[in-house]
């Protein structure tokens, strides 16, 4: 079962919809124009059931088979965009400042469309595709929302597929893991309060400069000395922010960043000592520390047999030899994890092949991978739901 007729014939046309996409793009829950694009095509191509507003923003179509009753899979793609000025030239670049498919969302909307159209077209299957559309995957949950939303129950879904793309991996290749494919995520906020003076006469005020910088080092100890070392654990400082004038020492400082884990024990630990490290750094200074800590999505976790399954299926359109079925996990955050823990099911990524790195202004989704995209999706579906 290589890549099918129909999907190579549509590649164009998909890539037109992947373009208009990329031209407009929406942020977080705001997919308002992108959900009624996909709503649109949904209706056209004749799905059973087009379903908006689900976790705020999104979209399902339902699409019975023609050979009888059967099970209920989901395949689903996101749609937001970031807010990164794209530097890509491309003719169909973004129109809009500050907003851009660095992502390669739009490529996953469009080839899940793609799918989408060739299912309602063929319907060679037994049971029930619902292709899922949601909104809000950069940091806004919008995976969870769809979820408590009731769609698994309201659909009837009973196993769930994801697929993402991945630069440097090439065209027509394929990677997954079984068990922990992608991280969970944390993000922290540190607030030191000092005692603000002349920069001139330090001894008279309390540093909160010189105290959070203490702790940029400290936090690193973390991961080199409370974690085992075989253990996957990033904590990373990615902004600080203090002062406005030269010779002012200010009242306070403030340091933030993020945390990754593929355990929950891991999770638990790292955010016991980040909050030991910053008591035991404000007695030492004589500040005031005050940490807000956010844990964000779960572990992206695939069941081992549907991993089995979905590699099969990869294997089945791209070759085995295409297929990596034991991929190093990404240290990446992914709300498809919210499903993952409401259904079983499997996250795989498709290659996007020598391109900028995901969240660059210079990246760019490869159209040249959409025919194995949406052939990997109508497989799933067909063999997932044999008569």
Request: charged share 20%; aromatic share 6%; net charge negative.
């Amino acid at each position: 079962m290589p890549i099918l007729n129909r999907a190579a014939e549509m590649q164009e046309e998909v890539a037109g919809w992947r373009r208009h996409l990329h031209q407009n793009p929406e942020l977080n829950f705001d997919v308002f124009e992108t959900a009624a694009f996909v709503t649109e095509k949904l209706k056209a191509f004749g799905c059973d059931e087009v379903v908006t507003g689900l976790g705020r923003t999104g979209v399902v179509g339902v699409i019975r088979g023609r050979l009888g009753n059967g099970a209920v899979i989901g395949l689903r793609a996101d749609m937001d965009a970031l807010p990164i000025n794209e530097i890509t030239g491309k003719p169909y670049a973004s129109t809009t400042p500050n907003k851009m498919h660095a992502c390669g969302h739009d490529g996953h909307t469009a080839m899940l469309l793609g799918a989408a159209n060739y299912l309602a077209e063929t319907r060679n299957f037994a049971g029930t595709v619902a292709v899922i559309f949601q909104p809000a995957e950069e940091g806004g949950g919008g995976g969870n929302e769809m979820v408590k939303d009731g769609m698994m129950e309201r659909f009837g879904i009973e196993r769930v597929f994801g697929m993402h793309n991945m630069p440097s991996l090439p065209v027509g290749h394929f990677a997954i893991r079984p068990g922990p494919i992608m991280a969970a995520t944390a993000e922290f906020t540190i607030t030191v309060k000092g005692r603000g003076g002349h920069a001139a006469m330090p001894n008279g005020t309390i540093d909160p400069i010189v105290t959070a910088s203490q702790l940029v080092g400290a936090l690193q100890t973390i991961v080199s000395r409370n974690a085992d070392p075989v253990e996957a654990l990033v904590v990373s400082v990615t902004k600080f922010h203090a002062g406005d004038a030269y010779n002012v020492i200010p009242e306070q400082a403030e340091i933030a960043g993020t945390v990754r884990t593929l355990k929950k024990e891991v999770a638990r630990m790292a955010e016991e000592r980040l909050r030991a490290i910053c008591a035991g750094v404000a007695a030492a200074s004589g500040t005031t520390i005050e940490v807000r800590y956010d844990a964000n999505y779960p572990v992206t976790f695939n069941d081992p047999q549907q991993t089995v399954f979905a590699s099969d299926v990869a294997a089945a359109v791209a070759g085995d030899a295409q297929v990596i079925r034991a991929m190093p996990p990404v240290m990446g955050g992914e709300d498809f994890s919210y499903m993952l823990e409401a259904r079983p099911g499997a996250f795989i990524f498709i290659g996007n092949g020598e391109s900028a790195g995901l969240h660059h202004p210079a990246y760019d989704f490869n159209d040249e991978a959409i025919p194995h995209g949406v052939s990997y999706w109508v497989r799933i579906a067909e063999t997932a739901l044999a008569a």
